[in-house]
């Protein structure tokens, strides 16, 4: 069964690094989505991308990320400057329409 | 301000009954409502989802029920296992032109054998 792939899993990083999230979204699926949970609280919304643009971003999106789909098949999340509290899971997610499949997640660690 | 509210943070029940759990949300005109499941460490999983013209909607031992006027949708497991046990999340997607799924808290779900 097709699935959602993102590396790494596990990622620890200093704080101020920039770091690069990777994702390989189910292949003919046209949405595509960045969302973030960290320890204990909700899954948030990052930002959805879709027809190689961004179509809808949350107001935790701001100048410190960007999102790129640099070939057909991968779709990457950046996150420029660390902070600690950039430390969380961040799920890669896409779909057809309304349903949204997601990888099993980035563990990020900002020390 | 817009709010979804999942009725507990953890429900114990014992095996074999039905599990029920509760989504309630504020200041929102969803388009869909949807059911997810996630295991710890992991990501969410898709169940159910359910349009604003539907009332309810089943998939072998889970039910969904979506009340537009009272703002809430149900979530039921029959004859629930062990293995049902993990958190489910609501989650409200609002279309438009542009899609995004905006997540409740979660309820945690523990059967009990």
């Known amino acids: 069964e097709p699935e959602v792939t993102q590396t790494p899993s596990h990622q620890v990083t200093q704080m101020g690094q920039e770091v690069i999230l990777r994702c390989v979204p189910i292949?003919?699926?046209?949405?595509f989505y960045w969302y973030r949970q960290i320890l204990g609280q909700k899954v948030e919304f990052l930002v959805s991308?879709?027809?190689?643009?961004?179509?809808?971003k949350s107001e935790i999106f701001d100048d410190q990320f960007s999102v790129e789909r640099p070939d057909g098949s991968n779709f990457t999340l950046k996150i420029r400057s660390t902070k600690l509290e950039d430390s969380a899971m961040y799920f890669c997610a896409s779909g057809l329409n309304t349903e949204a499949f997601f990888g099993q997640g980035t563990r990020l660690t900002v020390v | 301000s817009q709010k979804i509210e999942q009725n507990s943070e953890a429900l114990n029940i014992q095996e074999g009954k039905t599990a029920t759990l509760t989504c309630n949300y504020t200041?929102?005109?969803?388009?869909?409502l949807q059911w997810y499941r996630q295991d710890p460490g992991r990501g969410p999983v898709f169940l159910l989802l359910?349009?604003?013209?539907?009332k309810e909607k089943r998939k072998e031992r889970l039910k969904v029920t979506f009340d537009t006027t009272l703002k809430q949708s149900l979530f039921h497991i029959t004859a629930s296992q062990p293995a049902d046990s993990a958190t489910y999340l609501c989650?409200?997607?609002?279309?438009?032109?542009?899609?995004?799924?905006?997540f409740g808290i979660g309820t945690k779900l523990q059967v009990i054998p």
């Open positions: 991308f879709y027809n190689n643009e961004i179509s809808e």
């Open positions: 359910i349009r604003e013209n539907e």
């Open positions: 292949s003919n699926h046209l949405y």
């Open positions: 989650a409200l997607f609002t279309s438009g032109g542009y899609q995004k799924v905006t």
């Open positions: 200041n929102y005109s969803p388009a869909y």
